[in-house]
């Protein structure tokens, strides 16, 4: 086999492969990440593949790969995923990585915390993207469910590199139907390049509770760029103050919308077992549990 290694890690239950493709020229293919979550063994949300830089000299680039063999602009939870699989080659904690999303920074602290900076929001309606214009986006026309009684509506939507619509509810998070209402919504014809679905309870300030069906993924324990999206929309709708603690049903990550404009995402990063993965065909091999 063809193969490169690969840890599969999780980011608070997010799952996440990720794959060392340094030194190559090819690619995880779409049909490779749809191979490896049809066979037995693993299922993952993302594909975090890390290659050498595309411009000698900077960063590792990242090609985030979706379950559903699509790509994704940003993946918060496998970025911290990123930092940890590299901080534990050798002395060096900080990095800095190219993605369609842009330059991002990582660190890893000594407590095992690993710090991302997931680069600054886009708000303007064309770059979530939407389909129509929407001159503020902190409350967008759609809803879900009886006209005339809606379950869901007025979303806030955000781009973290990646499009997010925020829903707001007063209740429980878990009342709602998301494994439903997700795949409606991400693929509503409002949201051109699809989205990642949010429900986003404000507790306090400083607190939301969030469930998120993600775009080419499905429901997952915890969405990185979900709970980024979730805080900087709370904060321009004052509903949040521009620091929190996000819980998912994965566990809590710390957001911060900073006064630069950029989005600062912390939490853990969890290694599981190691193996050997062809890029090509998806065909995999386990080898040990991770140290
Ligand atoms: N499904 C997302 C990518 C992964 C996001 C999520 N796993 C995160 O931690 O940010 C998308 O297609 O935009």
Redesign the pocket.
């Known amino acids: 086999m063809n193969g490169v290694p690969f840890l599969k890690m999780n980011?608070l239950g997010?799952q996440i492969i990720v794959a060392d493709m340094r030194g190559r020229a090819d690619r995880v293919t779409p049909a490779a990440a749809i191979a490896i979550n049809a066979a037995p063994g693993t299922k993952f949300?993302?594909i975090m593949a890390i290659h050498d830089p595309r411009t000698p000299g900077t960063a590792h680039y990242i090609e985030?790969i979706?379950s559903d063999g699509?790509l994704?602009?940003?993946?918060?939870?496998?970025m911290r995923c990123v930092v940890q699989f590299l901080a534990t080659e050798g002395e060096q904690k900080s990095f800095t990585f190219e993605t369609l999303a842009g330059i991002l920074f990582g660190e890893e602290h000594g407590d095992g915390l690993i710090t991302v900076d997931m680069g600054t929001p886009k708000l303007a309606w064309y770059d979530i993207p939407l389909a129509e214009e929407f001159a503020d986006t902190r409350k967008i026309e759609l809803q879900i469910g009886p006209i005339d009684a809606p379950v869901l509506h007025s979303p806030s939507v955000a781009s973290?590199g990646?499009?997010h619509a925020t829903f707001w509810v007063h209740d429980d998070v878990w009342t709602y139907a998301l494994d439903r209402f997700g795949p409606m919504l991400e693929n509503h014809p409002i949201f051109p390049e699809?989205a990642?679905i949010s429900i986003a309870q404000v507790v306090t300030p400083d607190r939301i509770i969030l469930r998120t069906w993600?775009?080419?993924?499905g429901l997952?324990e915890?969405?990185?760029?979900?709970a980024c999206a979730a805080l900087v929309n709370g904060a321009r709708t004052r509903r949040t103050a521009r620091k929190a603690t996000v819980t998912l049903p994965g566990g809590d990550l710390t957001v911060e919308w900073r006064a630069d404009d950029h989005v600062v995402l912390t939490g853990p990063a969890e290694r599981e077992w190691t193996g050997t993965l062809d890029p090509a065909t998806g065909l995999w091999t386990r080898a040990e549990e991770a140290a």
């Not at 994704?72 to 496998?78: D, E, H, I």
């Not at 993600?214 to 993924?217: H, I, L, S, V, Y």
């Not at 915890?222 to 979900?226: L, Q």
């Open positions: 980011g997010n949300d993302q985030i979706n699509s994704a602009q940003a993946c918060g939870n496998g973290m990646n499009p699809r990642n993600e775009r080419g993924a997952t915890a969405c990185g760029t979900a």
